[in-house]
């Protein structure tokens, strides 16, 4: 089992920044590959950002060069680290997890406003 718990959102104004934060616990060493979803209201859970046991990265169209995911092997952290933010990035953001199977956090809502 892994558990997956998010953090660090927030409200902020257009341009703006967060760092979202996903502490993981549990059997970590399962876990082949992370990644950030987001939900926005009426709309399907899409792909923000992933990142490979090995490190290498990728990012929706829609965030390159804006958003940054990284990962704290020591502190069992996967960051989420958002620039120029924009209203259409609006969301409840998920942290994911891949081993056997799939692991989600709960979410934390991202407001961002114009």
């Known amino acids: 089992q892994v558990q997956l718990v998010e953090s660090g959102g927030g409200l902020v104004q257009a341009g703006g920044s967060l760092r979202l934060s996903c502490a993981v616990s549990?059997?970590?060493?399962?876990?082949?590959?992370m990644a950030w979803y987001r939900q926005a209201p009426g709309k399907q859970r899409e792909l923000v950002a992933g990142?490979?046991?090995?490190?290498?990265?990728n990012y929706a169209d829609s965030v390159k060069g804006r958003f940054t995911i990284s990962r704290d092997n020591p502190k069992n952290t996967v960051y989420l680290q958002m620039n120029s933010l924009k209203p259409e990035d609006t969301a409840v953001y998920f942290c994911n997890a891949n081993s056997i199977r799939s692991y989600w956090g709960r979410g934390t809502q991202v407001t961002v406003s114009s």
């Open positions: 549990g059997n970590i060493y399962s876990i082949n590959d």
């Open positions: 990142i490979s046991r090995g490190g290498s990265t």
